[in-house]
């Protein structure tokens, strides 16, 4: 991942990694775990009100449901990383999976990226003044969670970068940023 991304304009790349495909925790897992108990048991529960045909196909479907919140999520979560690529220009913002390419202009006018930093990973969330590129409340809720294949970044779901492996130089591109004020809030 080099100067391919960048455009013929003089756009130059000044940072290019992918996400951990180790940390699969989030806040959200906080809600979704017990969801993962919670919706399985009430329809199963309701299923087996049912006469016998429906009931098996239901019960069934609701297992499947709860396997995939409290495990599956995990791996299609482990795997999207492994195939998601992270890219920073001078002017946008790249993300790369399964050779679709997502991008959010870094524009001077308005720029506005939060860095969460924490000792081992960073996530950055990109928006400016249009309403539209802060997603959809429910949406952002399913980002980064295993779900996120049910969002798209920028349009349902704010635009990031999650769990980055923190280097120096990514704190050194972060840092030039609020040095020219292209990041206006939110570095931790």
Known sequence: MTDEFADAGGEEVIWAGAPDPR???????????????????????????????????????????????L??????????????????????????????????EITPAVPHIEVQRTERHITLKFTNDDPGSYGVAGSELAADTGLDFLVHPGRSARFAFFDVPRTAQLDDVLDAFVRTGRVVEGIA
């Open 71 to 104: 495990a599956g999520r995990f791996i299609v979560k482990s795997q999207r990383k492994r195939r998601t690529r992270y890219v920073l220009t001078d002017r946008r913002a790249l993300i790369l999976r399964s050779g679709k390419t997502f991008a959010f």
């Open 23 to 69: 940390k699969l925790l989030t806040v959200a897992d906080a809600w979704l775990l017990p969801l993962g108990v919670l919706i399985p048991v009430g329809g199963i529960a309701i299923s087996l009100q049912a006469p016998t045909a429906p009931r098996i196909g239901s019960v069934i479907i609701w297992t499947s449901v709860g396997i995939f919140l």
